[in-house]
């Protein structure tokens, strides 16, 4: 399939794990590494999903891509992509960030502001704990609002296992995927020195 080859590609040029079936998986170093730092019940859907699937480091950070199983960021949504990046974040509840033009409808939930006028028109941020959202520092706003610029993502999660973008469709554009790596591996940096430093 072009998802395949193209998964393959970007695997081979950026020094990743091309994960084409289970036998692949099961023998991934950043697999077996996700499965031990998650509860068990956790990592199906926050690391497991379809095949095929991209694992490895970036910046020393476990990275993942790919088609989730079962998606629990947007419920009743057609397939998307999924690229994670995965650290423990001291968060209590987690923040959600939508990217407003996506939103097929309105959130029936009272929105939180990061008093960034700019990044607040661009996206809708729910954080239940107030003190979650010290991960959307400067940089990370920063950040999300430059790689929205360049191709709007459906939303984003930041949750005590690290950061979770979500794309419309199964994304097959290898610079894409290459760029949400190094911004999920940016933000999961930058969340964790932000929740330290508050």
Not at 85 to 107: D, E, H, M, N
């Amino acid at each position: 399939t072009l998802l395949a080859e193209r998964l393959r590609r970007l695997s081979a040029s950026e020094g990743l794990e091309y994960l084409g079936n289970r036998e692949a998986e099961d023998k991934s170093l950043v697999m077996r590494k996700l499965r031990t730092m998650m509860d068990r019940d956790v990592y199906p859907f926050r690391a497991g999903g379809r095949l095929p699937a991209v694992a490895g480091e970036v910046a020393g950070i476990p990275v993942t891509i790919r088609v989730p199983k079962d998606l629990d960021f947007d419920r009743n949504w057609a397939d998307s992509s999924r690229v994670a990046a995965f650290a423990k974040l001291k968060l209590s509840a987690g923040v959600r960030i939508y990217t407003r033009a996506k939103l097929k409808r309105p959130l029936a939930v009272k929105l939180a502001s990061t008093g960034d006028a700019a990044f607040d028109a661009k996206f809708a941020v729910i954080a239940k704990a107030p003190g979650d959202l010290a991960v959307l520092d400067q940089e990370a706003r920063r950040l999300l609002l430059a790689a929205d610029a360049a191709f709007a993502f459906r939303g984003l999660e930041f949750t005590r296992w690290g950061v979770f973008l979500h794309e419309d469709g199964k994304v097959c554009d290898p610079a894409l995927l290459k760029q949400r790596l190094a911004l999920v591996a940016s933000l999961a940096a930058s969340a964790s020195g932000a929740l330290a430093a508050s």
